[in-house]
């Protein structure tokens, strides 16, 4: 069975640009999970997808970034401007239980560097 | 609101010898607490879950953790380290009366260091 793939790996990007991450769960999983991960930090919550729709981005800070899975099974992340803070590794993961109890599998995850 | 807490920053042991990593939780309802291994430049690998049922539970890679409600614990264990154990672990918990919203609220992680 194929895993969360993600792209890119990484990517180095200049203050105020623009950034975008791609994420394909595993096929099936209904619920999806972006989390962001910096250094020295365990893994935090930034938005979860039930299908097409939103579920909790309680902790998302919406005047930067945004997500959206359109079809129910892709998603994008986006960061639009970036600033320095937002280095970190970004990790998409995928569920197929729902209620809370399911395992999360996560991606590889995307490694941002904002100079 | 959920936590985590992972007291140590790193833990060392020897080679051969049982293993600890301790985690202890507090959330509003009943938890769901949730160990995974993080090796370097790799996503995170799920070991092992506590539900309900057995405070026991066995996991990947021989690997155990073991629920204590009155304690809010859920330390992991492992009776035998081996080399390859070396990694960062995060103990992660998700309270079962969360509604829809199922996102894991982790601890900061403990690096695990296995000496030959």
């Known amino acids: 069975e194929a895993g969360v793939a993600q792209s890119p790996r990484y990517k180095i990007i200049e203050k105020r640009q623009s950034v975008a991450f791609w994420c394909n769960p595993i096929s099936g999983h209904a619920t999806l999970y972006w989390y962001q991960q910096i250094l020295g930090q365990g893994p935090k919550l930034l938005i979860q997808?039930?299908?097409?729709?939103?579920?909790?981005d309680s902790q998302l800070p919406k005047d930067r970034f945004s997500a959206e899975r359109l079809k129910g099974v892709d998603s994008t992340l986006k960061i639009q401007p970036a600033k320095l803070e937002d280095s970190a590794v970004y990790l998409c993961a995928s569920s197929l239980e729902q209620g809370g109890f399911g395992t999360q599998y996560f991606g590889p995850g995307t490694r941002l560097t904002v100079l | 609101a959920q936590s985590v807490a992972q007291p140590e920053d790193q833990v060392n042991v020897a080679e051969g010898n049982p293993l600890t990593v301790k985690c202890t939780y507090s959330v509003s309802g009943n938890p769901y607490l949730f160990w995974y291994v993080q090796y370097p430049n790799r996503g995170l690998q799920f070991l092992l879950k506590y539900i309900t049922g057995d405070n026991l539970v066995k996991g990947s890679y021989g690997f155990e953790a073991e629920f204590n409600k009155s304690q809010t614990s859920f330390h992991l264990k492992k009776p035998s380290a081996l080399v390859s154990d070396s990694a960062l672990y995060f103990c992660?918990?998700?309270?079962?009366w969360g509604g829809g919203a199922d996102g894991l609220t982790f601890g900061k992680g403990t690096h695990l260091i296995i000496q030959p």
């Open positions: 992660a918990v998700r309270d079962g």
């Open positions: 997808f039930q299908n097409n729709g939103v579920v909790d």
